[in-house]
């Protein structure tokens, strides 16, 4: 009964998020999956879906999303969970791309998400649209990408946690509920 419970509220979140129409302001409670990341290893792969990122952090990513698409603006997920072989990978790539090694960044511990804003179903990479999501997510009391100087990363937004307290296996308090747009 919870898996289908599960399934259906995650199956209504995904239409959701897929209908050309506004959210509206209304949210519903749901107790949060367990998930297992132990299948998510891969060097090459990418997970884009919420439900891997911890649950206070996705209670925040969800509130954004609300105020983002009253603003006309929608945001599409590139990256939640990352796994710390891929992490390793992109730093290899140089410090432009990150600087962290795999297990600091917030990404192995769902604290960080990558976003891509799109309006009216077009890309809207730019400083305006960019820099209203950063302002938003800060709002919302995370931190944004569009701050740093190397790497600058204006589609990152991350919970603000000290790297030392995620080595020392420090995270956010876990809630009971997390929210779910219909």
């Excluded at 969970?81 to 917030?106: A, E, F, I, P």
Aim: hydrophobic share 35%; with cysteine.
């Amino acid at each position: 009964m919870k898996k289908l419970c599960i399934t259906v509220i995650l199956t209504i979140y995904t239409i959701s998020q897929t209908r050309e129409t506004p959210l509206p302001d209304k949210e519903i409670i749901v107790l949060r999956p367990k998930v297992d990341l132990s299948k998510l290893e891969d060097i090459d792969t990418v997970i884009t879906d919420l439900v891997h990122l911890h649950p206070a952090f996705r209670n925040k990513v969800i509130d954004l999303m609300v105020l983002c698409n009253k603003e006309g603006i929608e945001l599409k997920v590139s990256e939640t969970y990352r796994s710390v072989s891929r992490q390793n990978k992109l730093r290899s790539y140089g410090s432009h791309v990150t600087t962290l090694v795999g297990g600091d960044s917030r990404h192995q511990h769902g604290l960080a998400i990558d976003v891509v804003p799109y309006r009216r179903h077009k890309l809207a990479w730019n400083e305006s649209t960019l820099n209203r999501i950063g302002r938003l997510a800060e709002g919302l009391g995370l931190g944004w990408g569009g701050r740093w100087r190397k790497p600058y990363d204006p589609g990152h937004l991350e919970w603000k946690i000290k790297t030392e307290d995620l080595r020392a296996g420090i995270l956010p308090h876990t809630p009971d509920t997390v929210k779910i747009p219909i």
